[in-house]
């Protein structure tokens, strides 16, 4: 079985140490999370967790049911890459002479679709939402004329077809 | 009512029925203590002496009743200590709840005097734990940990409590817990799946069962009879499915895995439907899964969805309460007897009965006293009715290969975790939790020396159970396989023991030893006779080794008669 990227989502009561016992399930096996994305979901006290990782799908099978063992989670389930819509969303800042000096960055700024969320005296902050290579695209592109700072955010998903969780969390609210 | 919520976690376990705890006291939890002290006409504390003999012997209590266990320590090594036997009760599905004490909410994470992060390193290996750090918060998570432990698949759930929230005080007042939202601990049972199995089973030529300690957990070995008696099914165990069919039963063909009968080991490459009810497939019972029952449609009966498909496909999985889904399956089995398959375990009973058991039970050329020869000598003094509570080693799987047992929850031993050092305080418990049943613990010298201070708890307890202790002067187990597969090469499995008469005798426990074989029958059955604990200690063969085998990473097919 061929390893492929999955994207899992946890519904799970929004209580502390939730996140020591789904990544134990993990460290157990020697998979490595490729990215983490952990917030409120749509009902209040449920979190949601949404985690990519690279394995088969026999793994994870099996990891869904370990995770879904477990006392505060309500739900878990796995989607490859075309069951889901998913991006990541990155900032990045740029020293503000840049945006003066170099014309072309005015240009990147435009035709990436991604937005200026702040501009000081000494740096302006880009915000940029997307998939991966959307944002690595970009950050090749700014590479050249100095990042003075990077950050990317888990991926967030949704999944194309309709999800029974959201019935069954409807009756906990 | 205003109390502390040391008190709180008093009323809180009495609420739930609890009469004997074990444990150890320590700084941070003596507020407990304190209020165990007022309370010990209504909740008795077994004084153990290590906290490891008090999660092992909570557990034997646990398995010997199907009642909760429950174990109290203080923080730092007092919790950690406790480790050891709340991953025995995790990877066994034994009900536990386990209370450490912690330092002061201020102290936490601050490094403070016997501060550890136990919630962090109990993580793995509990079902659930929690940290209080409100005495108000007492009652609620206490009746959550009971319910989590005993419900569904049981386990072993551990919450620490800060020293703070165990002097503040509160309104008090308890109500059990009934439900959790995101637990669901027993599947709803799928009657189309239940069908389908009955229609899989009544087809087949050659079907086998294979029963765990789900049976006995799911207290549904009545049904399990029935079902067996009326499919004609011939019926195998694992390890901690024992008990739950009286050895005797006709159907009974005996022990699958590692250290298995011959007969079902190998049939199990050969039977065409495969039912295994209540057992997880454990790679001791499976060996190498790439040839585990190919040839097989296997049909799961389980509480856990975790467990379908984890090791082995499954044709059909019923998931559920096995107690439940045996009585829907029942009337829709047909009634047949399956002699000629059942004769082929017959004949391979007979082939293994030549080859090993009867060299076993009776030793030749002049061999020492053999474990299973002084097994055979316990069924014979116990009739059967005796809780036999086995340690980690050879003896372990002469106490399970060849005990007797007339009555469910008998056989209790360490399965998944293997951890020497469980018998001698599981035997403790077992015994306080059926004082009206004969317990004899049968311990291997090495891990008799790993919780032997648990005879001073034998000794201030006056509780009357039975130690039989195999002496083959080595850690046998490891022994047989350098000699199988390290080429006699015993490194570091030669012991040079002491005096374990002297030892037990310096608890005032009664004691003897036996070294020839024309003792050892008036040695038993003094034993057995003795209305107080009795250590024996039995000098066995020193290089016996535990047959048939199936080689690690080997396939069940591939099982050795020598």
Known sequence: MEDKTFTISVYSENNVGLLNRISGIFLKRHINILSLNVSESEIENVSRFIIVVNTTEKWVQNIVGQIEKQIEVIKAFYHTDEETIYLENALFKIASSLLFDEKQIQNIIKDSQSTIVTVSRDFFVISKSGRRSEIEELYEKFKPYGIMQFVRSGRISVSKEKMEISTLLETFK | MRISGAEAVIRCLLEEGVDLVYGYPGGAIMPVYDELYKFQDQLHHVLVRHEQGATHAAQGYARATGKVGVAIATSGPGATNLVTGIADAQIDSTPLVCITGQVGRHLLGSDAFQETDIIGISTPVTKWNFQITEASQIPEIIAKAFYIARSGRPGPVLIDITKNAQFDEFDFSYEKCTGIRSYVPVPKLNLDKVAEAAALINSAKKPFIVFGQGIILGQAEEQLKAFIEKSGVPAGWTILGLSALPTDHPLNVGMLGMHGNYGPNLLTNECDVLIALGMRFDDRVTGKLSTYAKQAKVIHFEIDPAEVDKNVKTEV???????????????????????????????????????????????????????????????????????????????????????????????????????????????????????????????????????????????????????????????GMVRQWQELFFDNRYASTKMINPNFVAIAEG????????????????????MMASKDSYFLEVMVEKENNVFPMIPTGACVSEIRLS
């Open chain 2, 507 to 526: 608890y005032h426990i009664k004691s003897k030893k036996v070294t020839q074989r024309e003792d050892l029958d008036a040695a038993v059955a003094e």
């Open chain 2, 317 to 475: 999985a019923v998931l559920g309460d096995v107690k439940e889904a045996l009585n829907a399956i029942l009337p829709l089995i047909d009634a047949k007897s399956h002699d000629l398959w059942h004769n082929e375990f017959k004949e391979l009973y007979k082939i293994e009965v030549e080859t090993v058991i009867n060299e076993e039970l009776n030793p030749t050329n002049g061999k020492g006293i053999s474990m299973g020869e002084t097994l055979e000598m316990i069924n014979k003094h116990s009739k059967g009715d005796a809780i036999i509570v086995s340690d980690v080693g050879q003896h372990q799987m002469f106490a399970c290969r060849y005990a007797k047992f007339n009555s469910t929850k008998s056989n209790i031993t360490s399965g998944g975790l293997g951890t020497m050092g469980f018998a001698l305080p599981a035997a403790i418990g077992a015994k306080m939790g059926k004082p009206e049943r004969e317990v004899v613990a049968i311990i291997g010298d090495g891990g008799f020396q790993m919780t032997i201070q648990e005879l001073g708890t034998i000794f201030q307890t006056q509780v009357p159970v039975k130690i039989v202790v195999l002496n083959n002067e080595f850690l």
